[in-house]
């Protein structure tokens, strides 16, 4: 079955950098789109990044220059690159792909961003 297994999270300051890692295994990973998406205490889950199965990428406003994502095929991993953290990029980070309607999901990683 489908399983996406996040890591790489942790306590960072404002303005340093982490790179968060999704190990994906239960399918052929190289034909499929990849997101991130992250979830703040009290807030709605909001889509972070995405990328294609060709590579295209699309990012939120809020992290666009900052935030970067890419996929290893080889490896079954994608990843996402976040630089010059802010107070607000705290939040449970998931990793996520679609078969259709349906959403499939990892536990998540913590980043929490505090000085």
């Known amino acids: 079955q489908i399983q996406l297994v996040e890591s790489g999270g942790g306590l960072v300051q404002p303005g340093g950098s982490l790179r968060l890692s999704c190990a994906a295994s239960?399918?052929?990973?190289?034909?499929?789109?990849m997101s991130w998406y992250r979830q703040a205490p009290g807030k709605e889950r909001e889509l972070v990044a995405h990328?294609?199965?060709?590579?295209?990428?699309q990012f939120a406003d809020s992290v666009k220059g900052r935030f970067a994502i890419s996929r290893d095929n080889d490896k079954s991993t994608v990843y996402l690159e976040m630089n010059s953290l802010t107070i607000e990029d705290t939040a449970a980070y998931y990793c996520?792909?679609?078969?259709?309607?349906?959403?499939?999901w990892g536990k998540g990683t913590l980043v929490t961003v505090s000085s």
């Open positions: 239960g399918f052929t990973f190289s034909i499929y789109a």
């Open positions: 996520n792909t679609k078969r259709g309607p349906v959403n499939f």
């Open positions: 990328i294609t199965a060709l590579g295209a990428v």
